[in-house]
C-alpha cells in the first residue's frame, strides 16, 4: 500500500490514508442545494467536525458520503453539520448499515495490477472505500450491502482480469481474526499436552 501510494503522489497526486479499523460511512440526502459553491459549503462544514476524515458531496446526486470515527462523531453530528451550513439532510445510510469484507486475490503480482483491480473496485455501485495490501495479496472492502456483497466483488476483481492477467478472488480472514484463531489453536494444543502429561503421571 505504502508504494501504490508513492507512485500515485510521484504522479503528482496527493493521497489520504485511511485507517479501515476506525472508519465508518455514512450517506445523507441533501436537501437545498442549487450550485456548488453549496456543496463546497457543506463539505467544508461536515471536515469541520470532530472525527470526520473524508466528506465528499455530490451535488447532481444531492448525496454527501461521509468517512468518519464512530468513537468521536455520529450520523446525528454529521447532520447538525449540514444545518448549520444553511441546508437540510436526511440518513440514507448510517455507518452501522455498511460492511466490510477482507479478500485474498490470486494472480496479482505489480502495482499497476492493483491500481487496475481498486479502480474496478471503486467504481462498483455501493463500495465506498477499498484498501489493498498488494504485498499480502489481499483487499479489504467496505460497502452497502443493500447495493452489493461480497459474490459480486469477488465477480468484479475476476471480471478485471485482462490480457495474459487472470485473477481469483477468494474470502479470507482478516490478520486480527487469523492470529485470534491460533492462539486459540495454541492454547487448544497446549490444554491436550497438559492434561495427556497430569493422565501420564504414574500413581505411587
Known amino acids: 500500500v505504502k508504494e501504490?501510494?508513492?507512485?500515485?503522489?510521484?504522479?503528482?497526486?496527493?493521497?489520504?490514508?485511511?485507517?479501515?479499523?476506525?472508519?465508518?460511512?455514512?450517506?445523507?440526502?441533501?436537501?437545498?442545494?442549487?450550485c456548488t459553491s453549496c456543496s463546497e459549503s457543506i463539505e467544508r462544514s461536515l471536515m469541520m467536525v470532530d472525527g470526520v476524515k473524508k466528506a465528499v458531496v455530490g451535488l447532481a446526486i444531492e448525496e454527501a458520503r461521509i468517512h468518519f470515527d464512530p468513537s468521536v462523531t455520529n450520523p446525528e453530528q454529521l447532520m447538525q453539520a449540514v444545518d448549520s451550513a444553511g441546508f437540510e439532510a436526511d440518513i440514507i445510510s448510517s455507518?452501522?448499515?455498511?460492511?466490510?469484507?477482507?479478500?485474498?486475490?490470486?494472480?496479482?503480482?505489480?502495482?499497476?495490477?492493483?491500481?487496475?483491480?481498486q479502480a474496478a473496485l471503486e467504481s462498483t455501485s455501493g463500495v465506498s472505500h477499498v484498501e489493498l495490501d498488494l504485498p499480502g495479496s489481499r483487499v479489504?472492502?467496505?460497502?452497502?450491502?443493500?447495493?452489493?456483497?461480497?459474490?459480486?466483488?469477488?465477480?468484479?476483481?475476476?471480471?478485471?482480469?485482462?490480457?495474459?492477467?487472470?485473477?481469483?478472488?477468494?474470502?479470507?480472514?482478516?490478520?486480527?481474526?487469523?492470529e485470534n484463531a491460533r492462539?486459540?489453536?495454541?492454547?487448544?494444543y497446549r490444554n491436550q499436552f497438559l492434561?495427556?502429561?497430569?493422565?501420564?503421571?504414574?500413581v505411587v
Not at 452501522?96 to 491500481?115: A, C, F, P, W, Y
Not at 492462539?183 to 487448544?188: A, H, K, S
Not at 492434561?195 to 504414574?202: D, E, K, N, T
Open 140 to 178: 479489504t472492502i467496505i460497502y452497502d450491502p443493500d447495493l452489493t456483497g461480497p459474490r459480486s466483488l469477488i465477480e468484479c476483481i475476476q471480471g478485471a482480469g485482462h490480457g495474459s492477467h487472470f485473477y481469483k478472488a477468494s474470502l479470507c480472514a482478516p490478520p486480527r481474526h487469523r
Open 4 to 34: 501504490i501510494k508513492e507512485a500515485i503522489e510521484d504522479s503528482g497526486f496527493q493521497v489520504e490514508m485511511l485507517d479501515l479499523q476506525d472508519i465508518a460511512v455514512c450517506r445523507l440526502r441533501i436537501i437545498g442545494m442549487a
Open 183 to 188: 492462539l486459540d489453536e495454541t492454547r487448544i
Open 195 to 202: 492434561w495427556s502429561w497430569m493422565f501420564s503421571i504414574p
Open 95 to 117: 455507518g452501522d448499515e455498511m460492511n466490510k469484507v477482507h479478500l485474498k486475490i490470486e494472480g496479482l503480482s505489480s502495482e499497476t495490477e492493483g491500481r487496475y483491480i
